[in-house]
């Protein structure tokens, strides 16, 4: 017979409204919300109210995911307000009305489905990858505990997206290359085996780089990796204004 714990952990099925911001290019005019009832459990998340509409009644419904476990980063979304991983929020933690959009600030390919190409340019031209040219040796390249905790936290990001598509200041402006690149870079600018920081930071130094940033905190507070975002932001300005320029 199960213990009294585990008879009030059973789950129990309710109801939330699923309110999801709908659009497809060249059939809608603009966005659109569209309310689904969606039948869930205690410990249901929003990617699984997600599949409950796309599965049972609307096979339409478009949006991106894939590990379900909060480490791919593919399914970033604004939930009630907030840039959150859909597989990362459990309903239990939300109203009984839910609304659900896409991340703000790059083009919408359909429903849920951003366009991250643009994203993604900013990425590359951090370099994000190990540059060293010194002659291999037939040892590892040693590093200090010391050295490797400066960048330690930045390792840590799964290139989501939620932090440059809360930040107010990439929304009306594209060109900004945005905390998430500032991140990566930080994390081989930091890198004491690396021998490509310069080139990194004369990309950050120009006009599209980290001096756009005006310290909001929004990606801060967005990061499912409780990366801190700004902070890594500060250190490469910091970099440039004392060691680099
Ligand atoms: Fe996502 Fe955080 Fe990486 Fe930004 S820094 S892309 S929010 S994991
Ligand atoms: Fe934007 Fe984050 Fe700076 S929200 S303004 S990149 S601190
Ligand atoms: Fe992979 Fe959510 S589906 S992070």
């Given at each position: 017979m199960p213990s009294e714990a585990a008879q009030e952990a059973t789950p129990t099925t309710s109801e939330v409204t699923l309110r999801v911001l709908r659009y497809t290019p060249g059939k809608d005019e603009e966005p659109h919300f569209e309310e689904y009832a969606v039948p869930v459990d205690p410990m249901d998340r929003v990617l699984d109210a997600l599949h409950y509409v796309k599965w049972h009644?609307?096979?339409s419904l478009g949006f991106r995911r894939s590990c379900?476990?909060?480490?791919?980063?593919?399914?970033?979304m604004l939930i009630n307000g907030r840039n959150r991983l859909a597989c990362k929020?459990?309903?239990?933690?939300?109203?009984s009305v839910i609304n659900v959009e896409p991340i703000k600030g790059l083009p919408i390919h359909k429903d849920l489905i951003v366009d991250m190409d643009g994203f993604f340019a900013s990425y590359k031209r951090v370099m994000p990858f190990l540059v060293n040219e010194q002659v291999p040796t037939d040892k590892e390249r040693l590093q200090s505990p010391a050295d490797r905790e400066k960048f330690d936290d930045t390792t840590?990001?799964?290139?989501?997206a939620a932090c440059t598509t809360s930040c107010p200041i990439f929304?009306?402006?594209?060109?900004?290359?945005?905390p998430a690149a500032i991140v990566n870079a930080h994390r081989f600018i930091f890198d004491s085996r690396d021998t490509a920081a310069a080139d990194r930071l004369e990309v950050l130094n120009g006009a599209t780089g980290v001096w756009k940033c005006r310290t909001t905190f929004n990606c801060t507070n967005a990061c499912p990796r409780d990366i801190d975002v700004t902070t890594a932001i500060q250190q490469v300005k910091r970099e440039l204004i004392f060691n680099r320029i």
């Amino acid at each position: 017979m199960p213990s009294e714990a585990a008879q009030e952990a059973t789950p129990t099925t309710s109801e939330v409204t699923l309110r999801v911001l709908r659009y497809t290019p060249g059939k809608d005019e603009e966005p659109h919300f569209e309310e689904y009832a969606v039948p869930v459990d205690p410990m249901d998340r929003v990617l699984d109210a997600l599949h409950y509409v796309k599965w049972h009644i609307d096979g339409s419904l478009g949006f991106r995911r894939s590990c379900a476990h909060g480490i791919c980063g593919s399914d970033a979304m604004l939930i009630n307000g907030r840039n959150r991983l859909a597989c990362k929020v459990l309903i239990r933690e939300l109203p009984s009305v839910i609304n659900v959009e896409p991340i703000k600030g790059l083009p919408i390919h359909k429903d849920l489905i951003v366009d991250m190409d643009g994203f993604f340019a900013s990425y590359k031209r951090v370099m994000p990858f190990l540059v060293n040219e010194q002659v291999p040796t037939d040892k590892e390249r040693l590093q200090s505990p010391a050295d490797r905790e400066k960048f330690d936290d930045t390792t840590k990001c799964i290139l989501c997206a939620a932090c440059t598509t809360s930040c107010p200041i990439f929304w009306p402006d594209n060109s900004y290359i945005g905390p998430a690149a500032i991140v990566n870079a930080h994390r081989f600018i930091f890198d004491s085996r690396d021998t490509a920081a310069a080139d990194r930071l004369e990309v950050l130094n120009g006009a599209t780089g980290v001096w756009k940033c005006r310290t909001t905190f929004n990606c801060t507070n967005a990061c499912p990796r409780d990366i801190d975002v700004t902070t890594a932001i500060q250190q490469v300005k910091r970099e440039l204004i004392f060691n680099r320029i």
